[in-house]
């Protein structure tokens, strides 16, 4: 192998290295009291029909809960096509 | 030492993290830009996939609830998705923009080798 | 990407012209009922933008720009933060936080709190369909010298 592919190897295997030493730690999968299942997300589940309004809990949370994230979320589309018409400009001089 | 369940029951976190050395060694080894995008693309889906992961419980089903009283644990977790939504939308934006600065790039120099680009520079 | 038409196969013409407009109905479906099943804003806004983007690769560059034009989609662009950031400055007028819809009186009760969300869902697929199709259209029509 050449001696420049070495170098992204040996980063990347230290890298997976520290991940595969950081899975001892984390919750078996489909474990129903992994932190992620225990603090706040039990709440969303049981009001999400209640107060919010809504059945799918997934939208409950992203416009009823976190709205102002998903406020944030737009904005981001928003600009992020506005960089690509201030960068390339509408196609075709239109 | 950890026996075999250790590892079956933690499969989910092995994938990612293989995904995530996948993605990371064509992000720092590949000279195109388009294919350091696509690794970065990678990197990203490994996020999701360990984030997404995360929110699933045992013989959950997806969380539509019919009904007022709610049993949490027949649910799977909507936070984790959620996150990820608001991931792909700045994935989205990140990938448009620096496609389009690729574009700009390409038309300046006739190349996309990052190492011509810097002899060209 | 050629300003013309690119293909001149009677085949692909035909199919995209009967298969936009379900992919148009099956848009709205999702963004609509975001609030019953899987779906939402995003998701719906993509499905939309991505029959535009169908249209403006069948039938070129020049044609679908002229079915979405580019004043309505300069207007349409920034629609969606219009609508979110006034539906929160309507909450904040009723004396409650920004974007607490309970704080509107009609919107009190949780039956029909999923309007504003509805209405905040149209808004984001709005912008999510303008904005993706202008980003096609912006990379789609550079004029290439190869």
């Given at each position: ?15 997976g290295?520290i ?10 999968f ?10 706040v997300?039990?709440?969303?589940l ?49 | ?24 060694y ?45 049993d949490?644990t ?41 190492e011509k ?5 | ?10 085949l692909?013409?035909t ?17 609509m ?21 169908l ?15 580019l004043k ?22 009723f ?42 259209m ?9």
């Amino acid at each position: 192998m050449k001696m420049r592919k070495m170098g992204p190897l040996f980063v990347v295997i230290v890298v997976g290295a520290i991940m595969a030493y950081a899975v001892a730690d984390m919750p078996a999968f489909g474990s129903l009291t992994s932190p992620a299942a225990s603090y706040v997300s039990p709440t969303y589940l049981e009001e999400a029909y209640g107060v919010a309004g809504v059945h799918n809990a997934v939208t409950g949370v992203l416009a009823y809960w976190r709205g102002y994230d998903t406020f944030g979320e737009v904005t981001v589309i928003f600009t992020a096509g506005m960089a690509v018409l201030a960068i390339l400009g509408r196609g075709f001089g239109e | 030492m950890v026996n075999l369940e250790f590892y079956l029951q933690h499969y989910n976190y092995w994938i990612s993290v293989l995904l995530f050395m996948i993605g990371l060694y064509t992000m720092i080894a590949k000279k195109n830009l388009i294919k350091k995008f696509l690794g970065l693309n990678i990197v990203d889906t490994s996020i999701y996939l360990f984030f997404i992961s995360m929110g699933d419980k045992s013989k959950a089903i997806a969380p539509i609830i019919h009904g007022e009283h709610v049993d949490p644990t027949h649910y799977s977790n909507p936070l984790p998705s959620v996150l990820i939504l608001t991931a792909i939308v700045v994935a989205i934006g990140l990938t448009a923009t620096a496609l389009s600065l690729s574009i700009r790039i390409y038309e300046e120099y006739g190349t996309l080798n990052s190492e011509k680009i810097e002899e060209l520079w | 990407m050629s300003e013309g038409p690119i293909t001149k196969d009677v085949l692909v013409k035909t199919v995209t012209k009967i298969l936009i407009p379900p992919i148009q109905l099956f848009g709205l479906y999702v963004i609509m009922h975001g609030h019953i099943s899987p779906g939402g804003g995003f998701q719906g806004g993509v499905i939309i933008a991505s029959s535009f983007i169908l249209y403006a690769l069948v039938f070129g560059y020049r044609e679908g720009a002229h079915r979405a034009k580019l004043k309505i989609r300069q207007f349409l662009e920034p629609l969606g933060p219009i609508i979110f950031g006034t539906i929160g400055l309507i909450c904040i007028l009723f004396s409650g936080n920004f974007l607490q819809y309970s704080a509107i009186p009609i919107l009190a009760n949780a039956e029909i709190a999923a309007t504003a969300i509805s209405l905040v869902e149209i808004g984001i697929g709005i912008t999510v369909t303008a904005v993706i199709f202008s980003i096609f259209m912006a990379m789609g029509g550079r004029k290439t010298d190869g």
